[in-house]
């Protein structure tokens, strides 16, 4: 069965970098293609950006200056860095397969981490 | 970005009731519409994908419909484990958007 499983920090300081990892068991990184989504509080959710299995990447426009997904296949982990963050970016986040059922969709999801930005 | 506008942001129901939920795109999406739900504490779980099919494993008192622009869920029958909330999302166009979610309780 697939499994997702977010870590990293629950609290950043303004204007660092929040860097996030999230390993995979029971499928390789080097199929599909593998996403960050974020839920604000208040509910809204955004999409962040993705890495295939052949290591390019996709961002939302609106982060495009401050995200980095990268991967280590020899650990089936991928990696979330956002840069310069500020309260705006206090979150759930979680990590997702991105999957081509005709149309991509995210079918299984790690059960998330919620990350605060404050001083 | 596409704008998903999702409605209502709440709902309650009684058990065994029928209800609906929507999802307006702002431009036509062909159909590349998925529905989540989401219950308190746990992870988002795929229930629809391309608008209208089923995930393996989703109980077919679950269904969605819709084209273009105008998309929903239905659930025939709440049952108590229902109670949740539950999102869209359109994949047609980068980047990907999602709906503002329902929030879905018993009454």
């Known amino acids: 069965e697939v499994q997702l499983q977010e870590s990293g920090p629950g609290l950043v300081k303004p204007s660092q970098s929040l860097s996030l990892t999230c390993s995979v068991t029971?499928?390789?990184?080097?199929?599909?293609?593998w996403g960050w989504i974020r839920k604000f509080p208040g509910n809204k959710m955004e999409w962040m950006g993705y890495?295939?299995?052949?290591?390019?990447?996709s961002y939302n426009p609106s982060l495009k200056s401050r995200i980095s997904i990268t991967r280590d296949t020899s650990k089936n982990q991928f990696f979330l860095q956002l840069n310069s963050v500020t309260t705006e970016d206090t979150a759930t986040y979680y990590c997702?397969?991105?999957?081509?059922?005709?149309?991509?969709?995210?079918?299984?999801w790690g059960q998330g981490v919620m990350v605060t930005v404050s001083s | 970005d596409i704008q998903m506008t999702q409605s209502p942001a709440s709902l309650s129901a009684s058990l065994g009731e029928t209800v609906s939920i929507e999802c307006l795109a702002s431009?036509?999406?062909?159909?590349?519409l998925a529905w989540y739900q989401q219950k308190s504490g746990k992870s988002p779980q795929l229930l629809i994908y391309?608008?209208?099919r089923l995930q393996d494993g989703v109980p077919s008192r679950f269904s969605g419909s819709g084209s273009g622009t105008r998309y929903s869920l239905k659930i025939s029958g709440m049952q108590p484990e229902d109670e949740a909330d539950y999102f869209c999302?359109?994949?047609?166009?980068?980047?990907?958007?999602f709906g503002s979610g329902t929030k879905l309780e018993i009454k």
């Open positions: 029971g499928y390789s990184i080097t199929s599909n293609y």
């Open positions: 391309a608008a209208s």
């Open positions: 997702a397969r991105l999957f081509n059922y005709g149309s991509y969709v995210f079918d299984y």
């Open positions: 999302q359109q994949s047609y166009k980068y980047p990907f958007t």
């Open positions: 431009e036509g999406i062909s159909n590349d």
């Open positions: 890495i295939s299995y052949s290591g390019s990447t």
